[in-house]
């Protein structure tokens, strides 16, 4: 393939070594849970009590008895028989609590993802200039080829591989269910919301970009060069967004009880689309979730990221503080509109106005690709792009 025939030698370093790093992440993650969490079957049976089915499933006993539509201060040591749930019943809360366990391997597996995009983005994806003229500078920037290759890693091995949980947006929604005790341990999830949330501050939207396994399905449903020629649409930034945040907020008041009788109940869990990558679709509306998202992702780039993950909104959020993202050299900047028309997004045009608050940036290196004047970058904020502008300095 081009892309390595023109790397650097420097650049063949680079790659080296961060698959290196990457390779020893995941043995890592090996070695800390050797075991899939998803193996460990129970046989649950109706003269078992909510005492002790809940260790196991790890929940608490009121969880579960929310689960089972039952009052949280039902008696948790009786049968649950007694309290008129069967195993029918039994079997389909059981499957989906155990779907929900998380591997705590599958962490590692995102790491190490993260890191190679973050090297590709920072180092690999441009021609490295500084090993002079030759062929490493006239190849192609950010080849789609390459971002194609890690998407579709990451809907085959985040997602169908290694299963639904953990994803980031379990990790915000269990962050939140365990502040309403439906968790023994808040820590855990805790630390899950922020290891998502330390990589979208690392590099920009990171895991949305390039980890998460259905927004990579989504990203990838969108590239289909077949559908090159269809008329796309970009919604309003203002509109999706207060979609997106008031969905939050309304998950916020239903689950804390502040609004409606079922304190503990999760909005999200009717349109979870992570339920793909287990094939267990235990309701109607999650199938049709993912079937609609899909079928928009021919027309609309990311609509669940965009309209509905509680991830995406945060992360958006956390996108103010990120080290490296996407910048503009205003020096080189000629306003030509090549970025602006390849973004799917309104990011490209916010970041050019230096909008404060701009669209979601998912780090898809479109624009990088893009530019005949080499002036939209992705680098760490604290490196100026031209440190003779005082402009730059201030503007990107
Ligand atoms: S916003 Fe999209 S890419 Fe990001 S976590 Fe949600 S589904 Fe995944
Ligand atoms: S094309 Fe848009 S979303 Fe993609 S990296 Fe550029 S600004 Fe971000």
Do not use: I, Q
């Given at each position: 393939m081009d892309y390595f025939r023109h790397l650097s030698r420097r650049q063949y370093v680079w790659l080296g070594v961060t698959l290196l790093a990457a390779v020893l992440v995941i043995l890592a993650g090996r070695f800390v849970n050797p075991q899939q969490i998803h193996n460990d079957r129970v046989d649950f049976t109706t003269d078992m009590s909510i005492k002790e089915m809940a260790p196991q499933l790890d929940v608490t006993g009121k969880a579960l008895a929310r689960e089972f539509e039952l009052?949280?201060?039902?008696?948790?040591?009786?049968?649950?028989r007694d309290l008129g749930v069967n195993q029918a019943q039994l079997d389909h809360v059981t499957a989906h609590l155990l779907s929900h366990r998380?591997?705590?391997f599958k962490y590692f597996v995102f790491a190490a993802i993260a890191l190679l995009a973050l090297v590709y983005l920072l180092r690999?994806?441009?021609?490295?200039?500084?090993?002079?003229?030759g062929p490493n500078t006239q190849r192609l920037q950010y080849p789609h080829a390459v971002y194609v290759g890690v998407l579709i890693v990451a809907v085959v091995?985040?997602?169908?591989?290694?299963?639904?949980?953990?994803?980031p947006m379990e990790g915000v929604v269990k962050l939140f269910k365990s502040m309403v005790g439906l968790y023994p341990s808040v820590t855990e999830k805790v630390a899950a919301f922020t290891f998502f949330v330390a990589l979208a501050i690392v590099g920009n939207k990171l895991v949305c970009g390039w980890v998460c396994p259905f927004g990579a399905l989504q990203e990838l449903i969108y590239s289909l060069p077949i559908l090159k020629q269809l008329k796309r649409y970009k919604p309003p930034f203002a509109v999706t967004n207060a979609v997106r945040g008031g969905l939050f907020i309304l998950m916020l008041l239903l689950l804390f009880g502040i609004l409606g009788q079922r304190r503990g109940f999760v909005l999200y869990h009717a349109v979870n689309p992570f339920n793909l990558f287990d094939l267990s679709f235990e309701m109607v509306s999650i199938g049709v979730t993912i079937v609609v998202a899909i079928v928009l992702s021919l027309f609309v780039y990311r609509p669940f990221c965009t309209l509905i993950c509680p991830f995406g909104f945060v992360s958006w959020v956390f996108e103010r503080l990120s080290l490296a993202r996407v910048r503009i050299d205003r020096d080189r900047c000629t306003a030509c509109g090549a970025c602006t028309t390849t973004c799917p997004t309104h990011a490209a045009a916010d970041i050019l106005n230096g909008k404060l608050l701009p669209a979601d940036c998912f780090s898809c290196t479109r624009c990088l690709r893009v530019c005949p004047h080499d002036a939209i970058r992705y680098g760490p904020v604290f490196v100026p792009l031209s440190p003779s502008t005082a402009e730059n300095k201030t503007a990107s």
């Open positions: 009052p949280l201060d039902v008696p948790k040591k009786r049968p649950v998380p591997s705590v690999l994806g441009r021609p490295d200039k500084s090993a002079g003229p091995v985040c997602g169908f591989l290694l299963g639904k949980s953990p994803n």
